[in-house]
């Protein structure tokens, strides 16, 4: 399989989905992506008592581990991906000379 450069840089491009693995277990897929490529799986996710444990399959997913329910990922995740990828130009900063002291 060939990517563009762009494609590599980017950990998502498809429908995100939950797919439960057992009871308390789910993984989080892109389905932007093969099953067979290693960026299908974002995250695996554990349910306890207290919430969900998320670990990030990519280390470029900045997002936190922790988090009260499913719906949380999804709206971070969507977020994140929908944020701006390149830096936008800088804004002018205007120059004075500095004041002389008295």
Request: charged share 35%.
């Amino acid at each position: 399989m060939t990517t563009s450069q762009d494609d590599a840089d980017l950990p998502f491009r498809g429908p995100l989905e939950f797919v439960r693995v057992d009871a308390d277990r789910w993984n989080v897929t892109d389905h932007g992506f093969p099953h067979d490529d290693t960026r299908h799986i974002l995250a695996r996710v554990h349910e306890d008592d207290h919430g969900l444990d998320v670990t990030w399959m990519s280390p470029r997913v900045p997002l936190p581990t922790r988090y009260r329910d499913a719906e949380d990922i999804l709206d971070d995740l969507t977020r994140w991906r929908e944020r701006p990828r390149r830096a936008t130009r800088p804004l002018d900063i205007a120059s004075h000379r500095p004041r002389r002291a008295r």
